[in-house]
């Protein structure tokens, strides 16, 4: 547990106390003390030692104007408290510090296994059959639906990614955040189930978009959201995560403005990034004659944009572009002159669409020598 949570506990009880209060760990030093001065200091009062030992199991806690108090945790002395005064009332006070003290630290300890229990299974790193087991050793529930969110930082920043997350959500017995590595945070979020199945995706899609939308204007962090499935087994959190990463790789091909991906949003852009790229080439020659799609220029590929944006709809791109009506069908009989595809037809518009990502897909991929 942190030396910091200790010392938060302890600042919270000086006040209400009035002693010094403190606590030294098994290398005789103070980590968190009432006394700031103290903290980081081999302990001078008494060190941890066979007298401390020895000193508890004959009764004794008093010395040097201090009562002490070993802490136990499974069977292991790991701690011992520390309060100014030798008197009855600086032995009772300090016997209920250790009870809120071991109940504080029982609270971490189950909340950080629970935690690594999560990060186990996201990263395969359990085998599935020990899931269940240990699931119900934490008194994990496991009947309840989930979702997997992974929230990637950029740049350089004062502040942690892991302690940002967790301020947002600090139910640690319904949300858990882990960190996959320095800069991407995953975030697995219970789902309410009171939201009504129709509602269900543009909830969880809400929660990624107040994510953002705080990180932005409270920490001016930008930050990318990739969304997984919701799942109803435990061992299925796992897909959700993949997912989620599925859908932060694919929209840094397909959706680069995007800042929430949701993987049931990736569409067709998800099969073409799971296509090999040989494959990919093939059907780029096919589908265009030698060197036309780089012959369009920008304005050609601008109007192909903005007509795929505007459903098709020659009126509404041509109103769009500022253009007159006849210039915008001028502009198309010249895509298909270059290309052997009209537009305006569907299942050549369709082509087209596809052949433009699978174009986007092969630039983003690295060159192999």
Request: net charge negative; glycine share 4%.
């Amino acid at each position: 547990m942190s030396n910091k949570v200790y010392q938060n506990m302890l600042a919270q009880y000086k006040d209400i106390i009035g002693r010094e209060i403190g606590i030294i760990d098994d290398n005789g030093d103070i980590i968190a003390c009432t006394d700031a001065d103290k903290i980081g200091r081999q302990n001078e009062i008494c060190k941890i030692s066979k007298d401390i030992h020895h000193m508890t199991e004959i009764g004794k806690h008093t010395k040097n104007g201090y009562t002490f108090k070993l802490i136990e945790y499974n069977s292991l002395t790991e701690y011992i408290l520390f309060i100014s005064g030798e008197d009855k009332e600086a032995l009772k006070m300090l016997s209920i510090l250790a009870v809120s003290f071991g109940n504080l630290k029982s609270l971490y300890e189950d909340q950080f296994n629970k935690s690594s229990f999560i990060k186990n299974i996201i990263l395969d790193n359990i085998l599935p059959g020990d899931i269940y087991l240990k699931a119900k050793e934490l008194n994990f529930d496991e009947n309840v639906e989930r979702v997997a969110y992974l929230i990637k930082f950029s740049g350089q920043h004062e502040y942690s990614p892991i302690d940002i997350v967790q301020s947002m959500f600090p139910d640690k017995s319904r949300d858990f955040v882990v960190n996959a590595d320095e800069k991407d945070i995953v975030l697995i979020r219970e789902i309410n189930p009171d939201v009504n199945i129709l509602h269900k995706t543009e909830d969880i899609e809400n929660t990624a978009k107040e994510i953002v939308a705080t990180v932005n204007s409270e920490f001016f962090i930008k930050i990318t959201i990739g969304i997984g499935g919701p799942v109803q087994e435990i061992k299925d959190l796992s897909r959700s995560f993949k997912e989620a990463q599925i859908a932060l790789e694919v929209g840094k091909v397909f959706d680069t403005e995007k800042e929430v991906i949701n993987y049931k949003n990736l569409g067709i852009g998800r099969i073409i990034y799971q296509l090999p790229t040989t494959l990919c080439e093939v059907f780029l020659q096919e589908v265009f004659k030698a060197g036309s799609l780089e012959s369009l220029d920008r304005e050609s590929l601008m109007t192909i944009k903005s007509f795929f944006e505007n459903n098709l709809n020659v009126s509404e791109t041509s109103r769009k572009l500022f253009v007159h009506r006849n210039t915008l069908v001028y502009r198309l009989e010249k895509i298909k002159r270059l290309t052997g595809l009209y537009l305006r037809e569907f299942e050549h518009a369709i082509v087209f669409r596809v052949a433009l990502m699978v174009k986007k897909y092969l630039a983003s991929k690295p060159i192999k020598y």
